[in-house]
């Protein structure tokens, strides 16, 4: 298993405000891909495991500072980490550095478990015990600190 799984970007033009920096919604599709990532990484697939077993990981609370800016054309590492898993929510946790190592920005998703069929939330121990068993064995950390 993989406390921390990296997921690199390059700063696309398309990404930038008219200033030339990277759009702050940008760190937020970043987090969605290095989330899928870690969960990969960590033996899952997003889609079989979730997706068509009728649950969805449903974003209720996000945060974003932001440090440093980065540029088009930038190097840029999500380090993705699991920080919190109940049998009703995840919450993740991620770090953006620039490619000298600087951190440019953090951030955090929080997910509920949720039925696709009934748009509702669930207790996954109960609705999939299989998938809750293999959900308790991913690392769970806390952020480094700065």
């Not at 930038?16 to 759009?23: F, R």
């Not at 970043?30 to 899952?44: D, P, Y």
């Not at 509920?112 to 669930?122: C, G, L, Q, R, S």
């Amino acid at each position: 298993m993989k406390d921390v799984v990296i997921s690199e970007f390059e700063v696309r033009w398309g990404e930038c405000d008219p200033a030339g920096i990277i759009y702050h919604p940008n760190y937020i599709d970043w987090f969605s891909v290095a989330r899928m990532r870690f969960i990969k990484e960590n033996g899952l697939s997003y889609m079989e495991s979730f997706h068509d077993q009728g649950l969805v990981l449903v974003v209720i609370q996000v945060g974003l500072s932001c440090k440093k800016t980065l540029r088009a054309e930038d190097k840029a590492y999500v380090h993705a980490r699991l920080e919190v898993c109940t049998r009703t929510r995840m919450q993740f946790h991620y770090d953006v550095y620039n490619e000298s190592g600087t951190l440019c920005a953090s951030g955090f998703t929080e997910h509920a478990f949720v039925d696709i069929p009934t748009n509702k939330a669930v207790n996954i121990a109960k609705r999939n015990p299989e998938l809750w068993a293999i959900l308790q064995g991913l690392p769970v950390t806390q952020p480094e600190t700065h």
